[in-house]
Every structure is written in C-alpha cells, then in structure tokens.
C-alpha cells in the first residue's frame, strides 16, 4: 500500500516548481487558498457522511462528502480506495466548487436561433426530452441509427452509451482515445497482448529505476501515480526524465534530458541498441518470453548514441549512461508507459519502441515494474440483447486498421458533407466533453456541428460546446446523483458507490434519469427495466452478496481476490495474448499490414525560423477546461502563461509577466497571455497549460483568461495504424498585445454578450 502523506508533502510533489500553489520547502509566495490549507478543515458535528467517487478527473478516487443541512462542506479520500488511500488531490478536494458554482446550467434549453448564436429559451424537461426524443427518431427513420453518435467522456455516459447501443448505433466515441492514450494503449496489446489501462498497472512504488519520457506526474495529477512517485522518489529511487521542459518531475531526477520535441523514437531505439549491444538487457526473461530478437537486433544496428545526438540533442555518453542505469535497476526498472500519447502520429510505433524497452528489461510481470492487475466482476442488471450495430465512422474499411475504438475526430470527418456526403452522421449527442476545446483543428468540429441535424449537449456548465447545441440538457454534478458502480480492480479489487450528498441545485437532473426517459419516448423503456436506481444498483449488489444499505455505509468494498499473483514466478510458463503467444519485439502482424514491424524514426519538421513549437501539458489544481471556472480551484490558478526560453525571449525583447498573442503557421491566434520567461524550457518549443482561454461570458470567471491551446491546433499528423491525432506538430510566434481588458471593462463585456444569449 502507498505511504501515507501529509497534505503539505503530497502539494509539494504535485508543484514544487509549478508555482501553482507556490508551497516550496522555502514557503515563498504561499497563495494557498483556505481550502487547500493543511489544517483539516473542521466536520460539522452534526453533518452526515455520505460516499462519492470524485468526477474531477477520471482517476475515480472514492470519498466521502460532509455534509451539513443538505449543503456538501467538504469531500476527503477514502483511507481503503487503492485509488487515492485517503488523500484527494487538490482538485478532488476542491470538487464542491462543482455544486457551488452559481454559473452552473440551471434548466433545459432549447435553441430558438441560428446555431452559435446562442439564444435559447428555458424549457421544461418535458418538452426538453421530448425534443430530444423525437430529434432522434427523425434521425434513425431517416438515415438508420448509424445516423446517430455518442461522444462520451465521464460517468453518466455509460447510459447514454446503452441508450445508443439499444438504439442500434455503435458510433459510441471518447476523446480519451484518439487524443489522449490510444497510441499507448494499442502498443501494448500489440507487444504484451495486454493494455496498460486506467489506473495504469505500473508499480511505480517498488521502482528502483523510474523513465519518464514526457511523463509529467506531478504536474499530472494522477492520484495514486503522484502518491508512489513520491513514495519511490523518497526510497531513493533513481529518475531520469525526458522533456523538453524543466517539469516538476525532472526536479527529482537524477538525470534531466532535454531532448529536442519529435524525436523521442530516435532515443528510444539508440537505449535499445545499447542494451542490445552490451548484453545488458534481461536474457533469461528474452529467451523465456519474447520472440523477434535477431529482426530488432539487426533493426536497430545502425541507431547507436552517436547517430541519435544530433537527432535527439542528448550526448552519446549521457544515453549510454542511462541505459546502463536502467540496466543495473532492472528488472525493477520502469519505463513509464505514459497516458496521454497523441503527440507526433507516429505515436503507437512511439509507444512500442518504449513497450519493446521494458520488455528487454524485463520490467513486464515483475516487481518495480508493470504488475498483473487483478479482476473484479459485478453482474449487470439483466436487459434485452443489443440490436446489431453498425459503427459508420470509418471513412473504407481499411482505414486504421488497429483502432479498436471510433475515433471522435473520425466521427467528427464522417458528420461533414464534404467528406461522407449523404452517408454522413446527421446526429451527435455529447456527453461531458467540451468538443471545441477538446478536438484537434476546431474550424472542423464547427463545420460538422453546422451540417447536424440534431445536437445534444449534456453538460454541467454552460460550456463551449453547449453554445452550439438545439437542446441543452443540464445534468447535476456528482455529489447530487447516484452513478453507475465504479468497479475497479489494481493493488485491490473494489466496488465503490457514488450517491447523492444532496438535492439537485436549480433544475438539474442526473444522467442516468435523462437517458431512461428518452429511452421510454423511444420505446427502448424495456432497456431500463429497473424501477429506481436504487433498486438497480441494490440488485447488482445484491448478486456479490453486498447490498445498497451496505455500500452507503462502507462506500468502497474490497472483493476476495483469492490467488492472486502480482508477479510471475520464477521461470513461470506465461502465455500472452499476442499471434505468437510471446512479447513481439517484432511484431509480423504489423509488417503484413504494411507498417513497420520494429519502430523506425522519421524525421518531423523544425519550426521555421521565428517560430517555436506549441507544447501542451497539465497544472496540479486544475483538470483540462472543466476546473477553471470553479469558484475554488480558479483561485489556484487564474489564467494560463506561456513559458518561453530565456534566450528567445531576449531575443524578442519579451519580459515575464509582458501580455502576447500567439499566432500559429496558419494563422490562428490565442490569447493576449502573459509571458513566463525561463530556463525551464529549450529554446525551440513554447509551453502552455491546457484548458484556458474560455471563450463562453457565461463562465465569466473563466473567460478569456489565458490562452486556449487548442486554437492553435490547426494541424495535426495522423497516426496511420490507429488514427490518433498528433496535435503537438504546430508552431507559433509571438505578436505584442495590450492587457485584456480589465475586471470592470469585462463585466461590460459580459453584460453585452450576455444579453446575446437572453432567455426569451
Ligand atoms: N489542445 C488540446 N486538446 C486536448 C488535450 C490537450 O492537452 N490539449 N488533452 C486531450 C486529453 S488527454 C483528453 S483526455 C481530452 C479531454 O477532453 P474532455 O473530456 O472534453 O475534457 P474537458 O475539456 O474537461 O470537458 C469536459 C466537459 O464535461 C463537463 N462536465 C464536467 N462535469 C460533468 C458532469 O458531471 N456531467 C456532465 N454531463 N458534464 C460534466 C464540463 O463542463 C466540460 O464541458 O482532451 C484531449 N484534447
Ligand atoms: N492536474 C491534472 N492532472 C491530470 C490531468 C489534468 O487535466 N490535470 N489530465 C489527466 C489526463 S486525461 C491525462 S491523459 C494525463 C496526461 O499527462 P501525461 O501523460 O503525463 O502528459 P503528456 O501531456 O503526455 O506530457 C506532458 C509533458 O510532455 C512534455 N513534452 C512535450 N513534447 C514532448 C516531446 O516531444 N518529447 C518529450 N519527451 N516530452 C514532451 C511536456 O513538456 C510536458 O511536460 O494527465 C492526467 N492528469
Ligand atoms: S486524482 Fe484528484 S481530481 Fe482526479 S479523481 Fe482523484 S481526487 Fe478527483
Ligand atoms: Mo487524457
């Protein structure tokens, strides 16, 4: 189990140089708001407890809500959750700002102008659902239910995934695979014939040697990865951290390599060719488990440190070094995997050049490095079989022949005109994700969004995407609403129950009730054949011999797991779920789809001269867009900034704390941001954290604070295996900008944009 932390030690893990809540050893520039203070804040002593699992972020760590005369007060960790142990993170801890928000969306709308001008008119949800209802129906007896999709991000979305199912469409999306861990996910099914999964199975805790390439834990705020870093970190394990950015990980690294964007592949293969070469990597376990050595052996011949430096900019001895320090740590040695891989498009041969890494270590099945996660099952509530679905994404069969999932920029391309013509998606409900934030190259995402017949948007707050939706459908936040059971299975197998700690605020309603009625006005009601969610969920629990008088009380259960091995043993007879039934080094399914067989680096363009590349990542106390306007967490962190070198901003005459607008190679622009001018990044990349930039005067506390990255994400390369989206492959340059205008000045604002969407 993790080591226990103190708020104060596990704050500054998550920034001892992020600046967000600038708690440092030193206690400069404490900012911390109250909230995120260490001193516990006090439990009504006439207040009820009630459990949740937190929708922050998608970590899912289980808690308990206070609440006091029906207003939640606070949520703290679960102590027996292996997701958290005990300790939120400074999100989930702020997660009450979700019910507090007065910006919240208070009642079904319906759009009575054109789309994107937003002017709505409040609805009942009668009318709201009936709308809905029979948007859908005109959609399926018009162009079959292929006509309709789903895209997902969140909880609640698994009702509306089985509402689309029952209708008879698999166009069932989320962004968390195409733009997020896709890449890494299919790598590895590729080479273990297993993913990695959510929580990832890495055993970051008993690591003796951890590589983070890109891998920003810390600053990714990842719960239980933060924890067992710093619980490695503090047993003296040895960290080598590959970024272009100085990152709060590369702060507790032995080794910090600098390397130059694009070209983590070249690195990866020069560390296995050394490997290789000097006999370092795991024999026994190659000889026991793995097939392909000779093709990678003779695939990397040529990829030695020395080709690698000037591709890479990290010095031959340094990438000889530490590949004999992951050898001297190895087994114990863990290349960590990442999560979020859509980087470059050649992004899940990326992922298998780091899959291949850990196999020669033998880091796969072993301590310290990617242990087996256990299984867990709860039956679910018994419904009719689905009809046969059709998934109409693809664009011919062929296309990226190992997405084993829709892809929502694919079906985004499948709803314009241009690209399907009248074979095109004609419906879209969306579920909890902001989609002009959130896809790559948004003037697409709107052009889609523009042909639908029929946008659904199910949302908490007055988002992006709810702007351009024909209904608007406000869901309450989780700690107002029961969910499905959150099943999970890592260090411990575990049910958790989220119920709710309070009434709905204004006129919200879960999302588990919204897609049961629609499913009644489409005459699917008998795929919802449970009276109350009460009772569904006390059935399901019932069949593990729990129930939901039990869970309300104990919030997390741990399963018998009895048997379990975390391990292989010692010279255990393995069978893995690749063709082969080995670990592929190298891989034949790949070389008969025409792809190559061992990962192989192509070069990626360089910036042209006065441009610098657009990087992305994570801060601690915010989670994408979706924190930045809660009344608690925006108090963490107002606004974005752009980290730029101090050599390039000298040579621009750019100052810290001086407002620029970014403008990418096509034109796009974000911003005014301030500049944060420092050495903590290479010169040929700029930095920016995602999730600002708000472009909705109904967040006002949000609005146009910082720059929103994915304005500038014009361009992306596209993995062609599985269809990701690089979006790391746009540049920028800096334009002089006046401060935005001040608080009073954006009150005017607000006042005039609002009145735009006035609720007639
Ligand atoms: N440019 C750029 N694009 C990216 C990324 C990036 O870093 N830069 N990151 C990528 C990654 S890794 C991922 S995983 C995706 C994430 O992308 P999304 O899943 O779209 O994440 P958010 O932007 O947080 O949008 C979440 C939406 O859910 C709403 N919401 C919050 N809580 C609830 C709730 O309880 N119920 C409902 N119905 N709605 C709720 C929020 O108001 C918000 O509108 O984005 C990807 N896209
Ligand atoms: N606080 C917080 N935590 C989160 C989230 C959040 O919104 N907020 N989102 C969660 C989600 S859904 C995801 S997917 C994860 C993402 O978190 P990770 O998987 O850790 O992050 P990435 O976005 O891949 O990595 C960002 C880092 O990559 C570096 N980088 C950029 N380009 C390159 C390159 O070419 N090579 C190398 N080696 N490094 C590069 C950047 O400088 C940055 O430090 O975070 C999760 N955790
Ligand atoms: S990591 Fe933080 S935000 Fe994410 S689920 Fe856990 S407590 Fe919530
Ligand atoms: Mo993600």
Redesign the pocket.
């Known amino acids: 189990m993790a080591r226990q932390f103190t708020r104060r030690e596990f704050i500054q893990i998550s920034s001892a140089t992020a600046g967000a809540v600038a708690l440092g050893a030193s206690g400069i520039g404490c900012k911390m708001p109250a909230f995120l203070r260490e001193e516990p804040l006090p439990v009504p002593d006439s207040g009820v407890r009630t459990p949740t699992w937190c929708e922050i972020?998608?970590w899912q760590c289980a808690g308990w809500v206070y609440t006091e005369n029906g207003v939640p007060q606070k949520v703290v960790g679960n102590e027996i959750d292996p997701h958290c142990y005990g300790r939120f993170c400074p999100?989930g801890t702020g997660g009450v700002g979700a019910y507090l928000d007065d910006q919240r969306l208070r009642t079904p709308l319906i759009r009575v102008a054109e789309r994107g001008k937003q002017v709505f008119r409040e609805a009942t949800w009668e009318e709201a659902l009936d709308k809905v209802a029979e948007g859908i129906r005109q959609v399926r007896d018009r162009y079959g239910p292929e006509g309709l999709a789903l895209f997902s991000h969140g909880s609640g979305g698994s009702y509306f995934k089985h509402l689309l199912n029952a209708l008879g469409s698999n166009n069932i999306t989320a962004p968390?695979y195409g733009q997020?861990?896709g890449p890494r996910e299919e790598a590895y099914a590729m080479t273990f014939g297993e993913t990695v999964g959510s929580p990832e199975r890495t055993d970051l805790e008993n690591a003796r040697c951890i590589v983070l390439?890109?891998?920003?834990?810390g600053?990714?705020?990842?719960n239980l990865q933060v924890q067992e870093f710093a619980t490695a970190v503090s047993n003296g394990a040895s960290v080598i951290v590959?970024?272009?950015?100085f990152?709060t990980a590369a702060s507790k690294a032995k080794w910090w390599l600098p390397?130059r964007?694009?070209t983590?592949i070249a690195l990866l293969l020069a560390w296995i060719h050394v490997l290789i070469e000097e006999g370092l990597y795991d024999q026994d376990y190659v000889a026991r488990y793995c097939t392909g050595l000779e093709e990678l052996r003779a695939a990397v011949a040529a990829n030695t440190p020395e080709w690698a430096y000037p591709i890479t900019t990290i010095k031959p001895h340094t990438i000889r070094e530490t590949a004999r320090e992951m050898a001297r740590y190895a087994p114990a040695t863990l290349v960590h995997p990442?999560?979020?891989?859509a980087?470059y498009g050649d992004d899940t041969q990326r992922a298998r050049a780091n899959a291949i890494l850990n196999a020669l270590l033998g880091a796969w099945g072993r301590k310290g490095g990617f242990y087996i996660p256990l299984k867990t099952k709860v039956p679910k509530y018994s419904y009719p079989a689905y009809p046969e679905g059709k998934s109409t994404w693809r664009q011919h069969p062929e296309q990226y022949p190992l997405a084993t999932s829709a892809l929502a920029d694919g079906v985004c391309d499948a709803s314009i005109p241009s690209v399907r013509g009248e074979e095109r998606i004609r419906g879209w409900l969306v579920y909890g994700t902001n989609l002009p934030m959130t896809l790559p190259q948004p003037a697409k995402t709107y052009e889609a969004i523009q042909h639908l017949d029929l946008l659904v948007a199910i949302d908490l707050m007055p988002a992006e995407i709810t702007g351009w939706a024909d209904v608007v459908l406000p869901e309450c936040s989780y700690l107002e609403r029961y969910d499905d059971l959150r099943i999970t299975a890592t260090r411990t197998a575990t049910i958790a129950l989220r119920m709710p700690a309070a009434e709905p605020r204004f006129d919200s309603k879960p999302g588990w009730w919204m897609a049961k009625e629609l499913a009644n006005r489409l005459d699917l009601g008998h795929y919802f054949p449970w009276t109350t969610i009460e009772e569904m969920l006390d059935t399901r629990l019932k069949a593990i011999g729990s129930s939901l008088e039990e869970m309300q009380r104990i919030g997390v259960k741990e399963m018998p797991t009895p048997g379990h091995r975390f391990y292989f043993a010692d010279g255990e007879d393995v069978q893995f779920a690749t063709p082969s039934g080995r670990i592929e080094l190298y891989s034949p399914q790949l070389a008969a789809m025409g792809f190559d067989p061992v990962p192989r680096y192509t070069a990626h363009p360089e910036p042209p001269p006065g441009y610098y590349r657009l990087?992305f990542?994570?801060?601690?106390?915010?989670?994408?867009g979706r924190t930045t306007n809660n009344p608690l967490l925006c108090e963490t962190m107002r606004e974005n900034e752009v980290w730029i070198a101090r050599k390039v901003a000298n040579l621009w005459g750019i100052k810290s704390g001086d407002y620029l607008t970014l403008r990418n190679q096509d034109g796009a622009t974000a911003g005014p941001v301030r500049a944060k001018v420092t050495e903590r990044i290479r010169h040929d990349c700029v930095?920016l954290v995602h999730?600002f930039g708000h472009s909705q005067p109904q967040m006002p506390r949000s609005y146009r604070q910082g720059a929103n990255d994915n304005a500038l994400v014009t361009r992306v390369n596209v993995d062609p295996l599985m269809g990701a989206t690089g979006m790391?492959v746009n540049f920028v340059t800096f334009e002089p900008a006046a401060a935005p205008a001040g608080a009073a000045e954006m009150a005017d604002n607000r006042a005039v944009r609002v009145v735009e969407r006035e609720v007639v």
């Not at 590959?242 to 950015?245: A, G, I, K, S």
């Open positions: 972020c998608f999100r968390s997020c861990r390439i890109g891998s920003h834990i600053e990714n705020m990842h590959v970024d272009p950015r990152s390397i964007p694009s983590d990442g999560r979020f891989s980087w990087l990542g994570r801060t601690p106390t915010h989670t994408f930095f999730g790391r």
